[in-house]
T-cell receptor, first 114, second 114 residues
Framework: DTEVTQTPKHLVMGMTNKKSLKCEQH?????MYWYKQKAKKPPELMFV???????INESVPSRFSPECPNSSLLNLHLHALQPEDSALYLC?????????????FGPGTRLTVT | AQSVAQPEDQVKVAEGNPLTVKCTYS??????LFWYVQYPNRGLQFLLK??????LVKGSYGFEAEFNKSQTSFHLKKPSALVSDSALYFC????????????FGAGTTVTVRA
């Protein structure tokens, strides 16, 4: 199984809502990533988890809160978002931490903040 | 600091013709180079990588890329393009094997006409 799944596919939320994005992989990968991608632009790294511990936070606003409950799951909790946070949110995983290992991406969650 | 340039926003070719997507990089030390492809409304898919060894790297779906250290380039090629190759292509680089962050190019949109 070389698949990374993400739910939901689409999410519309108001600026006062709280929601969560979910990501799952069953490839035994020990690194997991959250990216934000605007249309026709490259993905921007947000967070990296290495062996279930947060390794990188790319100065992401606190209204985004990541969580890694176990080695297969990655969540992104959203609260009090702004309209400019509307984007495609991609989850990825790699065999080991480190950019020498190719990353496997999920299909993404398309988020719209109203 | 590392960076990647994809000098062409768009590449258009006829089906059956060769396809080349250009990438140049700037990094101190030995680069680790990657190509990813993104089909509409999908996440990124890994195509190939150069870590070390043979300068010609073969990847998925008939793609290959040649690492040229003197020209600091890593162009993606396919001898005979298919309509289904129409997508957004990203080149990415990392300067160290244990880095977490890939630097992505701006992306090149490939259109293959029937």
């Amino acid at each position: 199984d070389t698949e990374v799944t993400q739910t939901p596919k689409h999410l519309v939320m108001g600026m006062t809502n709280k929601k969560s994005l979910k990501c799952e992989q069953h490839m035994g990968h020990r690194a997991m990533y959250w990216y934000k991608q605007k249309a026709k632009k490259p993905p921007e790294l947000m967070f990296v988890y290495s062996y279930e511990k947060l390794s990188i936070n790319e100065s992401v606003p606190s209204r985004f809160s990541p969580e890694c409950p176990n080695s297969s799951l990655l969540n992104l909790h959203l609260h009090a978002l702004q309209p400019e946070d509307s984007a495609l949110y991609l989850c990825a995983s790699s065999h080991e931490p480190g950019t020498a290992y190719e990353q496997y991406f999920g299909p993404g969650t398309r988020l719209t903040v109203t | 600091a590392q960076s990647v340039a994809q000098p062409e926003d768009q590449v258009k070719v006829a089906e059956g013709n060769p396809l080349t997507v250009k990438c140049t990089y700037s990094v101190s030390g030995n680069p680790y180079l990657f190509w990813y492809v993104q089909y509409p409304n999908r996440g990124l898919q890994f195509l190939l990588k150069y870590i070390t060894g043979d300068n010609l790297v073969k990847g998925s779906y008939g793609f290959e890329a040649e690492f040229n250290k003197s020209q600091t380039s890593f162009h993606l090629k396919k001898p005979s393009a298919l309509v289904s190759d129409s997508a957004l292509y990203f080149c990415a680089v990392s300067p160290r094997i244990n880095d977490y962050k890939l630097s992505f190019g701006a992306g090149t949109t490939v259109t293959v006409r029937a």
